[in-house]
């Protein structure tokens, strides 16, 4: 089972709007991550976020989690229309940190 | 994606054949990742590589084994391909230490068996 699951599964916005996706996931955390993809194309790291850290901020980007909660969050601001993509957090597979496994994304779509 | 390819792009193939995709790196990272990609399921972790030879199961290996004897290439091999086995693959490679750091992502197959 997938550790990390995104929520809602899907939203719809107007450019301009802020855009917040949650994630939450089960077993204790080095750090999660949040990547995009454009349609029929690879996945695109966006932020990493340590289980330390309860912020990060990069461009339009914000990224809280809330260990206690097993939860983190995604606000994208004043999203525009090249925001629209599928956004996916992930976690490690194991306390090993071996590899990362996805939710199953949230898809956003951002009309002008 | 610069410094990452999959090869091929899209595939179609009978049920019962072997079929081997196919992922190259320049970037010269030790971690090498086969995911699969299906409406509804997300991403899920199919094998990795934590090195030349060093390979391990993800979450849904079963039909499916890999091969490492470059640091650049990793196979990806349906052994007996079924209509289940259709989906999108995609390869992904990390530099550190397996989840310290992001992916870095291929462009994916797209693989049909009829």
């Known amino acids: 089972s997938q550790q990390g699951e995104e929520d809602p599964q899907a939203l719809s916005i107007q450019e301009g709007e802020n855009a917040t996706m949650n994630c939450s996931y089960k077993t204790s955390i080095n750090n999660l991550q949040w990547y995009r993809q454009n349609s029929g194309r690879g996945l695109v790291h966006l932020i990493l976020?340590?289980?330390?850290?309860r912020e990060k901020h990069s461009g339009r980007l914000r990224v809280t989690l809330d260990t206690s909660k097993k939860s983190s969050s995604l606000l994208i601001t004043a999203s525009r229309a090249a925001d629209t993509a599928s956004y996916f957090c992930a976690t490690a597979l194991n306390q090993a940190g071996t590899a990362l496994i996805f939710g199953k994304g949230t898809t956003l779509s951002v009309s002008s | 994606d610069a410094g990452i390819t999959q090869s091929p792009r899209h595939k179609v193939t009978e049920t019962g054949t072997p079929v081997t995709l196919r992922c190259h790196q320049t970037e010269n990272h030790r971690y090498m990742y086969w995911y699969r990609q299906d409406p509804g399921h997300g991403l899920r972790l199919i094998h990795y590589s934590y090195g030349v030879k060093d390979t391990d199961k993800g979450e849904v290996s079963d039909g499916y084994s890999v091969s490492r004897s470059k640091t650049e290439d990793f196979l990806l091999t349906l052994e007996s391909a079924t209509s289940s086995q259709t989906s999108v693959y995609f390869c992904?490679?990390?530099?550190?230490?397996?989840?310290?750091?992001?992916?870095?992502f291929g462009s994916g197959t797209r693989l049909t068996v009829v």
């Open positions: 976020i340590r289980s330390n850290e």
């Open positions: 992904a490679i990390s530099e550190l230490d397996q989840t310290l750091d992001g992916y870095t």
